[in-house]
């Protein structure tokens, strides 16, 4: 028999979003995909060529189950240039993209029953991983005013003998603010193990982005290399972790894993030493999108109170249109051809909210935009007149 934890994962919307997108494309419809958070560039060249060098040389072999000691090494490195913090290597470990690492870290972490403090919104995937690993999601509400900021006070009033973890996310996804410096120093006082997603580390374009690792030790960070250097198909992530998990993770990484890709590893150290330039034009862009779509979302009723500084989302309020963000995707998908995430997919708290990536080209945002201002005039004019 199948197991009821398999059967009764919940499943993430914005995947069913684009697998419907995609098979109204094979019936001709021409759709513009705002619902992914992929992002749209090339690899940069000076990471494909690293890949391709590292085939030639033969770096096609298993490798060090926590990764080659370069990439932990260039990785270390990063951390200190960013944020100054100073990591040894061996705290490192390479995994096949963030979501492996994730699922094997809350292994570690998680007795069965075990809690984990979320925000709510959070990303759709975060609670599945924590009950997979037989723990218990915990859910705070984070508020549209504050931009979507946990209350420190708040995270407290949860707090209990169970609870092993606060998550942070910041740049959060699907919100696409950031947490500032002074709130994350008091939730890392809250003497809880945090754990910090930073994958969207660099695609910050007002204020600038804070490691956890500078407030605490007591910290696990999880990052990747999938969205600032448009790398989601190589798949290629890391832990920086307490000494305490290293061991453990790595037994889980030789019986699960064996270990990352080897030439697409090397191909990472190029990512971090010589995409620069790259990532700075990307950059660039991406925040010329950003201004572009908060505009233009607002204008067609859409409310944003705290405009988003990071990642490539805003999560739009739509409650003047629909208290049902699941058939209003959908339905937007179906007559205006446009893809976007119902905010059910990212907790109770974000219902009567639609996602929007910025993660395409600004034709086609301002084309999305044109396409839902006709679809808004044509269903909603009379019931606001």
């Not at 019986?255 to 790259?278: H, R």
Request: neutral net charge.
């Amino acid at each position: 028999m199948v197991t009821k934890r398999s059967t009764e994962i919940a499943p993430f919307i914005v995947m069913e979003v684009m697998e419907k997108a995609a098979s109204m494309e094979r019936a001709g419809e021409n759709i513009i995909h705002l619902e992914v958070g992929e992002p749209d560039f090339d690899t940069p060249e000076c990471v494909k060529e690293a890949a391709i060098r590292a085939i030639r040389e033969g770096k096609t072999h298993y490798t060090h189950s926590m990764g080659v000691v370069e990439l932990r090494e260039a990785i270390a490195e990063h951390y200190f240039a960013e944020y100054k913090v100073k990591i040894s290597p061996d705290q490192i470990l390479i995994t096949s993209g963030t979501s492996p690492g994730m699922l094997l870290l809350f292994m570690s972490l998680l007795e069965p029953g075990d809690e984990v403090i979320l925000p709510n919104p959070y990303y759709a995937c975060y609670p599945n991983f924590v009950r997979m690993a037989e723990g218990n999601p915990v859910f705070v509400k984070v508020r549209e005013e504050e931009g979507f900021q946990y209350r420190p006070e708040e995270i407290n009033l949860l707090m209990g003998s169970k609870t092993k973890a606060i998550f942070l996310n910041s740049p959060a996804n699907p919100t696409g603010n950031l947490t500032p410096p002074e709130r994350m120093k008091a939730i890392a006082d809250l003497d809880r193990m945090i754990v910090s997603d930073e994958i969207y580390h660099g695609l910050v374009y007002e204020g600038k982005a804070h490691s956890i690792l500078e407030y605490t030790r007591k910290a696990v960070v999880i990052n990747g290399f999938s969205k600032l250097y448009a790398m989601t198909g190589w798949r290629l992530g890391y832990l920086i972790v307490p000494p305490e998990f290293v061991r453990p993770l790595q037994k889980m990484l030789q019986n699960f894993f064996i270990s990352a890709n080897a030439f697409v590893q090397w191909a990472g150290i190029a990512a971090l030493k010589e995409s620069a330039a790259d990532v700075a034009r990307m950059k660039e862009i991406y925040n010329t999108r950003r201004k572009f779509i908060i505009r233009k979302l607002r204008e067609l009723g859409f409310g944003i109170t705290v405009e988003p500084t990071g990642a490539f989302y805003i999560l739009a309020n739509a409650k003047k249109f629909t208290q049902n963000s699941f058939e209003f995707a959908f339905d937007i998908l179906k007559n205006a051809k446009v893809g976007c995430t119902p905010g059910i997919d990212f907790g109770s708290n974000a219902e009567g909210y639609l996602r929007f990536s910025y993660a395409n080209s600004l034709d086609n945002i301002e084309e999305a935009m044109n396409r839902l201002g006709r679809y808004l005039q044509e269903n909603f004019t009379e019931k606001r007149s």
